[in-house]
């Protein structure tokens, strides 16, 4: 029975790439990084899957920045009318 061996993500993608790209059969691939061919295939197959996530996560990361800048703005309002309240008070 073969052992598992872990591949980092950088790796797997790397290899998948490859593939993807066409300029090499999967058995020079393979045989390139030590791997077995269906690895290669499964890694191809779940890159192809999945690339669409490339472009979701900067999706997120924008709107991830439109709702810190309207937080900060919002506390600035709020300091500033913290500022104001007090500064009523401390007439009284």
Do not use: C
Not at 38 to 51: C, P, S
Not at 77 to 90: A, N, W
């Amino acid at each position: 029975m073969g052992r598992k061996r872990k591949y980092t993500a950088q790796f797997k993608a790397k290899v998948a790439f490859e593939e993807a790209k066409g300029d090499k059969t999967i058995s020079q691939i393979a045989s390139e990084y030590g791997i077995h061919p269906q690895q290669v295939r499964a890694w191809k197959k779940e890159f192809l899957k999945n690339i669409h996530v490339v472009f979701e996560k900067e999706d997120q990361a924008k709107e991830l920045k439109k709702a810190l800048e309207k937080a900060y703005k919002k506390i600035g309002q709020l300091e500033v009318e913290k500022d104001f309240l007090s500064g009523i008070l401390r007439k009284y």
